[in-house]
């Protein structure tokens, strides 16, 4: 074949495969499994919600979410091990504003991102989260895994 032709093919095998392997940006991700979506973070139209992270022996899934100020997520622990969310840093949990390790058990413990105690197998913890910004998080008792959890106007 001459390599005019062949290269002419080449060229045109290319742009269709690339072609074929872009995704559209604004695309949908149903994370909760109900009908709250999160939307690529350039699009503004997320909408408030209740969003699902679920702790598994490999991890938390999802790892990471991003989320509009005012959603609340929950921790469900499908691992065969305890697991206590908590805002990063171990093991002090002060990194999300007005959280603190030292607020558990306090009349203030409902206002701060940790579940102040392991959960057992099946159990979950829900947070509503005001802040803007981006929020790590461990599992308090062996302190990984962890996750993040951006949230947005």
């Not at 959603?71 to 999300?96: G, I, K, L, Q, R």
């Not at 558990?104 to 197998?121: R, V």
Request: glycine content about 10%; aromatic content about 10%.
């Amino acid at each position: 074949m001459d390599s005019k032709y062949f290269s002419i093919i080449l060229v045109i095998a290319l742009i269709a495969v690339s072609g074929c392997t872009q995704q559209d940006a604004n695309t949908a991700v149903d994370v909760a499994g109900d009908d709250s979506t999160i939307e690529d973070e350039g699009d503004a139209m997320m909408e408030v919600g209740t969003f699902t992270i679920t702790r598994t022996d490999a991890g938390y899934e999802p790892s990471q979410i991003t989320i509009k100020k005012g959603s609340t997520v929950t921790f469900v622990n499908n691992s065969s091990e305890e697991d206590w969310p908590a805002s990063a840093m171990h093991p002090t949990h002060t990194v999300y504003p007005g959280s603190g390790i030292e607020k558990c058990g306090s009349t203030q413990e409902g206002l701060i991102f940790d579940a102040c105690h392991a959960l057992g197998n099946g159990e979950s913890y829900s947070f509503t989260f005001n802040e803007v910004g981006e929020w790590g998080f461990h599992n308090h008792v062996a302190v990984m895994p962890f996750g993040k959890i951006i949230v947005v106007e």
